[in-house]
């Protein structure tokens, strides 16, 4: 969408049902959330890929649409999974032409525009999913059911707007929420995952903090969150070291001709960007930027080792940066949920399903590598690949690759600690 009124309206709207205080509400379902996937990592380890994207997915579905889905299995986890793996693959670079740079494009006839006829069916696919969940909602309201839901709380803020939103802006103001933060967050909980095999004594100096603060009582809650600094390192490490768009989402520029030197850039720069060609350029309106987050998170004159998995950084200085590097007005410590004024919306309740998750598979799970699918030998760490180029997969957003991961429950006491909490949260995925 344009900016204009119309994105300023929806802008707006995000950004008062999803604030730090607004998704507050939303944290009981994401503890009991987080506690299903740990019975789920228990009992079958062998489907954690499955297990983390199911519980990604289960959140958003909950808080957008106030829609359970206890299992990965479920057919609205499996279309929506469907949807978003055709949209991303048309989406890639070099999957289709150029249309919205070059609208000659357009006027192709469709013997010569393959792409036309399969951008219209994943449409199809994308709106018969959409306004499915919608009417979901609505038929619910309807019988003077309220759920505790963004898209509840937004038919009520459109009722009472003097400028209705219709079907068509609410079917894709949820969809598109759902679908930017499924992905995301489980490509995230993946790499989390990932880390923790390749990067054992992380993973030891995490449970050492989260057994100081919880013991084998309980596992941890958001309450405790505060009292857990390192676990907060792990997880910014997280999105800085691969971050799950690392190309960033393009940018376009409303107005021109503009100096490069003038632009503001809110984003951190090493000494080989200020002097660079840029710097002379005058881009014209409809330049399109690219926020390149990997790029920026791994340039070695900001970050020590930026390949490595290194929570501490964020102990030594705020962003991670190199020790003396002056950190400017506007810098955003992580550049994983974008930028500027589209930076993603969601990005709260996203960094609380990353934290919240974390935290208790650090508590519940010994995680070391699994074994050699070929050879059936025992893996070390040295072992484990995490180069982005062959371990990820490519697109727009991506993920780490299934991987050999043994997970293994840390006793018998935290077995029954977590069959104990998951009765307990049958409460708030009842209500």
Sequence with gaps: MPYGNAWRDQRKIYQTLLSVSAVGSFRPMQEAEATLTLHHLMETPGKYYDHLRRTATAVILSSVFGIQALSFDDPKIQRLYHVQEQFTAIAETGASPPVDIFPIFKWLPNFMAPWRERALQ???????????????????RSKGIRRNCFMDQLLEESARSKHKLDDEHLAYIGGVLMEGGSDTTAANLLSFLLAMVKYPHVLRKAQAAVDEVCGTQRSPTFDDLARLPYLKCCVDEILRWRPAAPSGIP???????????????????????????????????????QKAQLAIHHDPELYE?????????????????????EVSEGLRKTYGFG????????????????????AKIIWAFDIRPGKDPITGLDLTPDDISVDI????????????KPFPVSLTVRSDIHRTIIQEELRRSHEAFQG
């Excluded at 999913?129 to 038929?139: M, N, S, T």
């Design 389 to 400: 180029e062959k371990q990820w997969t490519n697109g727009i957003l991506v993920a780490p």
């Design 305 to 325: 080792d930026p390949n490595e998995f290194i929570p501490e950084r964020y102990e030594l200085q705020e962003f991670g940066f190199k020790p003396g590097f």
């Design 122 to 140: 994943i449409r199809h696919e994308q709106r018969e999913l959409y306004f499915e969940l919608l009417r979901d909602v609505q038929e619910s």
């Design 339 to 358: 930028a500027g004024r589209r930076v993603c919306p969601g990005s709260h309740l996203a960094t609380n399903s990353l934290a919240i998750n974390t």
């Design 251 to 289: 940018h376009m520029l409303i107005q021109g001709p503009v100096p490069h030197a003038t632009l503001r850039i809110k984003a951190p720069l090493s000494s080989a960007y200020t002097v660079s060609k840029y710097q002379q350029m005058i881009h014209m309106r409809a330049t399109i930027f």
